[in-house]
């Protein structure tokens, strides 16, 4: 098959009759709208699949910052369950001290 180039200037040389321009001009005519339309089509999708990503990727950014806020409360509980429990252990340390005759 001839390279689009070469088919091109080939089709250049060759001497076309009236009727023929015409089919010819009606061929060109037709696949530049089908190649617009196709390419709209194809930009429309683009445009749509973008949307669905940036929302997906919203929903994640969202879901991570729900995450990060869970953790940091979970770590604050856990602080707060270690600081009792030293409190507590020392509690018992003092009531042994005063339960000690002396």
Known sequence: MLGSHRYWTYL???HFR???HIFFSLFLSYFKDEFAQN???ENTQMKKELEEE???YQNLVKEYSRL???YDNL????T???VMKLKLALFCC???LMEVPG
């Open 12 to 14: 250049q040389g060759v």
């Open 75 to 78: 770590r604050d509980e856990m």
């Open 68 to 70: 990060e806020q869970r």
């Open 18 to 20: 009236e009727d023929d």
């Open 94 to 96: 003092v009531l042994d």
């Open 39 to 41: 390419t709209v089509e």
């Open 54 to 56: 940036r929302s997906r």
């Open 80 to 82: 707060i369950i270690k």
